[in-house]
C-alpha cells in the first residue's frame, strides 16, 4: 500500500506509527502492520503451530484473499496482498483478529520483562508489540534512564580518547595488511575504522556524552592520514632496506611538507565516503546503547495502551457463510 493509504489504515484503527510500523490493540489483540509488498500482520499467540489450527486459519483467510506468512513460535504473520480481498483494509485486520479469536487462539500472555502472566497493557518492546505489565514498563525505564544518566556523568575524557586512538589503530589493521601485503586497498574496511573507535572509547570507560561522537569523527579522519604515513613509512623501509628509527626520521620530514597533507586530502575521497559509512553505523550503534534504550524504554511505557488477553473478542462478522465455517 502506498503512504497514504498506509496512514488512512492506521488513522481508521487509532494505530500508532513506530518508523515503517503501525501498532495498535484491534479487538484486544495486539497487531503489528508492517508496510512493505505483502502487507504482513504480525500477532502474537499463545500456542505454537499445529496443523489442524494452521489448516483452518489458511481456510479462513482465503475467503478474504489472505494467507499465512510464518508461523515460528508463537509470532504469526499474515499477509492479505491478494487482489481477491474484500472490503477495505481496515476490515481486513479486523477480520484477521476474528478469525485468530474464532480458532481458539490468544495473545501471548507473558510480560517480556518479568515472564509472568495476567499482563495489563500492551506496548512496543524489543521482542515486539505484544502483551506487558505498566509496573515492568515502568521499572524499566527508570533502570534505563539512571544507566543512561550515570554514562554521562561518569568515565574520562582522556581514557575515552586513549581508548578511541587504540581502536582506530585496530581499526586501520585490515587495510594496511591488505595494502602491505596483497598490493591492494579495500575501501569497504574503512568502514571499520569509525566502529572501532567508538567502541574502544566505550571500552576503556569513556564518558557517554556527545564526546563519543566528536572523538569518533575525530579519529575516523585522522585514521585515514595515519593509513597514508603508515604506507610511507613501510615503502621507504623495505625501498631502501633501513630500520624503523631511519624510516621514522624521514617520515618526520614528510610531516612537515603542507603539500603531503595536501595531496593526502585531495586522493582521499573514496575513502572518506566509506568511513562516513562507518561513522552511520557507528552512530546506529551509539544510539541503542544506554541512551537509546532509556529513550525506547520511555517511549513504550509513555505509548502503552490497557490491553489484557481476555480482551480478545471477536466483532460480529457480516458474512454468516464464513462465520459458520469457523464454528
Excluded at 603508515?230 to 618526520?252: P, T
Excluded at 534504550?293 to 488477553?309: I, Q
Amino acid at each position: 500500500m502506498n503512504a497514504k493509504e498506509f496512514s488512512l489504515l492506521g488513522a481508521e484503527l487509532e494505530l500508532t506509527a513506530y518508523g515503517p510500523y503501525y501498532c495498535g490493540v484491534v479487538y484486544g489483540w495486539p497487531v503489528t502492520v508492517v508496510n512493505n509488498h505483502l502487507n504482513h500482520l504480525q500477532f502474537l499467540v499463545d500456542r505454537k503451530r499445529d496443523r489442524q489450527t494452521m489448516k483452518r486459519l489458511t481456510e479462513l483467510l482465503k475467503t478474504r484473499g489472505g494467507a499465512v506468512y510464518s508461523w515460528l513460535g508463537n509470532r504469526l504473520s499474515l499477509t492479505g496482498g491478494s487482489p481477491k480481498r474484500r472490503g477495505s483494509r481496515a476490515e481486513y485486520v479486523g477480520f484477521c483478529a476474528w478469525a485468530l479469536t474464532s480458532l481458539g487462539l490468544r495473545p501471548l500472555d507473558h510480560c517480556p520483562c518479568c515472564g509472568a502472566r495476567y499482563c495489563d497493557c500492551a506496548a512496543l518492546t524489543d521482542k515486539g508489540y505484544r502483551l506487558a505489565h505498566f509496573r515492568c514498563l515502568r521499572l524499566a525505564a527508570a533502570e534505563a534512564g539512571s544507566r543512561a544518566e550515570d554514562r554521562r556523568h561518569r568515565g574520562s575524557y582522556a581514557l575515552g580518547f586513549l581508548g578511541a586512538f587504540l581502536g582506530m589503530v585496530v581499526g586501520t589493521l585490515p587495510t594496511f595488511c591488505t595494502i602491505a601485503f596483497l598490493g591492494m586497498e579495500f575501501s569497504l574496511f574503512f568502514t571499520l575504522i569509525p566502529i572501532c573507535a567508538y567502541y574502544g572509547y566505550r571500552l576503556l570507560g569513556g564518558r557517554m556524552n556527545m564526546a563519543a561522537v566528536v572523538v569518533t569523527l575525530i579519529m575516523s579522519v585522522l585514521a585515514i592520514f595515519l593509513l597514508y604515513f603508515e604506507m610511507i613509512l613501510f615503502s621507504v623501509m623495505q625501498m631502501y632496506g633501513i630500520g624503523l628509527g631511519e624510516g621514522l626520521l624521514f617520515l618526520l620530514e614528510e610531516l612537515g611538507d603542507a603539500e603531503v597533507w595536501l595531496e593526502i586530502a585531495l586522493s582521499s575521497t573514496q575513502e572518506l565516503l566509506f568511513t562516513a559509512l562507518g561513522v552511520v553505523v557507528a552512530w546506529r550503534i551509539i544510539s541503542v546503547t544506554d541512551g537509546g534504550r532509556a529513550v525506547s524504554a520511555e517511549a513504550a511505557l509513555r505509548l502503552a495502551k490497557p490491553c489484557t488477553a481476555n480482551d480478545a473478542a471477536p466483532y460480529e462478522m457480516p458474512d454468516p457463510e464464513i462465520k459458520s465455517e469457523a464454528e
